[in-house]
Nanobody, 126 residues
Framework: QVQLVESGGGLVQAGGSLRLSCAAS????????MGWFRQAPGKEREFVAG????????SYVDVVKGRFIISRDNAKNTMYLQMNSLKPEDTAVYYC???????????????????WGQGTQVTVSS
């Protein structure tokens, strides 16, 4: 069983920055493919960014490319999402997710992730 706990959300003005963290349980964090998803009110959950087990491959949804950076520290069992130049449309609950599938790929599809955190609210004011 894998437990994920997000932190770092909050209220920020447009143009500001936040860094989200996702702490994972388990002794094999380095074997997890990890991802960030978000869900805004009235909208479906969407993929934001993903990172493979060794951190060498990442993927981003187009609307955050150049503004968000996903990273991981396998020694600390933690994944991060550095969010810069935030926009009001980035407002959402952000979830981290983990997949234990044996691959070095990055997944953009939610159903491929078996474990999810409880989410952290990010609100960007205009």
């Amino acid at each position: 069983q894998v437990q994920l706990v997000e932190s770092g959300g909050g209220l920020v003005q447009a143009g500001g920055s936040l860094r989200l963290s996702c702490a994972a349980s388990g002794r094999t964090f380095s074997s997890y493919t990890m991802g960030w998803f978000r869900q805004a009110p009235g909208k479906e959950r969407e993929f934001v960014a993903g990172i493979n087990r060794n951190g060498r491959t990442t993927s981003y949804v187009d609307v955050v490319k150049g503004r968000f950076i996903i990273s991981r520290d396998n020694a600390k069992n933690t994944m991060y999402l550095q969010m810069n130049s935030l926009k009001p449309e980035d407002t959402a609950v952000y979830y981290c997710a983990a997949s234990l599938l044996p691959t070095t790929a990055v997944f953009t599809s939610g159903p491929l992730y078996a474990y999810w955190g409880q989410g952290t609210q990010v609100t960007v004011s205009s």
